[in-house]
């Protein structure tokens, strides 16, 4: 198929100039340690194609569409949709205090008795929760029930779950309320939660090779990529085991998630479905706190499990996944256009986004394509008085360095990437839509530095 291999000889960074050549996803996956990739499209409203590259294991098996991949966060509006199912059915209330439903476990006191936690706020990341994410545990280690994950005790190797902000005052991205979540499903139902969400979500969507089970059954796992590290070294121990379901415990396909997102858009557009109604569907992809109509590029607000950004028609809906060596995004626009891809490598946090932006320029995205700068001439004069340290903050600081006429960018802890004259002051880099901005103040050497990326800055002072 034609648009297949125009996809994955198309690959692009984040910004592009005049005269950048498409980058072969092959050659991608090999320089970032990428061993397997595995991507479905969604076009006009159906699944168009899917199809797996590389290998699930090094020296292993190919990966194919039915390779099962840690889904990481993606994990998240799944549940969410789960939940909306029983919210229907009446068997919970989105707008009630949790703790009145809660039995096995209840959220402690907190400073902000007067605010509810609900499970909309749970769901939206705006019930004040802490804990943003899960490390998981590697095979043989210890594992912890849900209420040692709540509490923080061990062998939980993550915080406590605690209300740390005022609920439905401002969204924090937290794993810990999904935690809260698992709970509250299990205590509501009475039923382990690998088993519910397969009842109330997987079965009914025919996402078949699907599973919150964790570990993954040894029958099972035959059919799942293994997680790699960075450098391309496997993660020790193989797949980390998440008992943070709710949050982190999926196992999934892109086809499977694209038959997820295929029937949260029937619910949307008040189509037969077998799981919520227009309605309900329609509160899910409503941002709870929040404008969308004033958001950065590339930024969305929360619905219920879901980011949202844009307006109709061109409204998108997608999450992101990443466990310890698993990167993954799902995304859907309100037209019918979407895409799932899921790679077995931590360099998938560059990967998936130029596998995004290749499908986008392919079936003509309204969102998510490159953004395209020009680049201007700059003297070694001007370069050199950029070259330095900057520091942010004690323990943070950028580093400034050039090879010729070439000039690069390290950050504490980071990789170098080198960045583009769009003016002597002004340098942008392409693997992120992000600028660096130079004081022009002194003529010998630039004071401050100012890093943008989402709309937001961050001033640095010259440290060297």
């Known amino acids: 198929m034609q648009r297949i291999e125009r996809v994955v000889n198309g690959l692009r960074t984040a910004v592009i100039v005049d005269g950048d050549t498409p980058m072969k996803l092959a050659d991608r996956m090999n320089e970032l340690h990428v061993p397997g990739v595995s991507i479905a499209v969604i076009h006009g409203g159906a699944i168009e194609w899917a199809r797996g590259f590389g290998n699930a294991v090094i020296g292993g098996p190919p990966v194919g569409p039915e390779t099962l991949f840690q889904a990481g966060s993606i994990s998240k509006p799944v549940t969410a949709v789960a939940a909306l199912a029983l919210v229907q059915a009446g068997k919970l209330d989105l707008d009630a205090d949790v703790n009145l439903a809660l039995r096995s476990w209840r959220i402690p006191r907190h400073p902000f008795s007067q605010s509810k936690v609900t499970l909309r706020r749970l769901l939206s990341h705006s019930a004040g929760t802490t804990v943003s994410g899960f490390a998981g545990y590697q095979a043989g280690q210890p594992i912890p029930s849900l209420a040692e994950i709540l509490d923080g005790t061990p062998p939980a190797n993550s915080a406590p779950v605690r ?30 939660f690998p088993a519910l969400l397969d009842d109330t979500v997987l079965a009914p969507i025919g996402m078949t090779r699907s599973s919150f089970a964790q570990p993954l059954p040894a029958d099972r796992l035959r059919m799942a990529a293994m997680p790699y590290q960075a450098n391309g070294v496997p993660v020790p121990g193989g797949p980390h085991i998440y008992p943070e379901l709710a949050a982190a415990g999926l196992w999934s396909t892109p086809t499977d998630l694209a038959h997820l997102l295929l029937v949260v858009l029937d619910a949307l557009a008040g189509r037969a479905n077998c799981l919520l109604s227009q309605s309900m569907a329609a509160g899910m992809f409503s941002p709870v706190l929040g404008n969308v109509d004033v958001l950065p590029p590339g930024l969305g607000l929360y619905g219920l499990g879901w980011l949202v950004r844009g307006s109709t028609p061109n409204r998108q809906f997608w999450h992101n996944g990443v466990n310890d060596g698993f990167v993954n995004t799902m995304v859907l626009f309100e037209n019918g256009e979407g895409a799932v891809v899921m790679t077995n490598g931590w360099g998938g946090q560059v990967l998936v986004g130029e596998i995004l932006r290749s499908i986008a320029a392919e079936y003509c995205w309204p969102d998510r394509q490159p953004r395209v700068r020009k680049l201007a001439a700059v003297s070694p004069q001007a370069l050199d008085r950029l070259l330095g340290t900057y520091q942010f903050t004690p323990t943070f600081s950028i580093c400034i360095t050039r090879e010729g006429d070439r000039v690069f960018s390290q950050a504490t802890g980071q990789a170098r990437n080198e960045v583009f004259p769009e003016s002597d002051r002004d340098f942008f880099f392409k693997v992120v839509d992000a600028v660096l901005s130079f004081d022009a103040d002194s003529p010998t050497a630039a004071m401050q530095l100012n890093f943008r990326q989402d709309g937001k800055d961050h001033v640095a002072k010259r440290a060297s």
């Open 163 to 192: 209300v740390e902000h005022e609920p439905g005052k401002q969204t924090q991205s937290s794993g810990g309320g999904y935690a809260i979540v698992q709970q509250l499903l299990i205590d509501v139902t009475g039923r382990p």
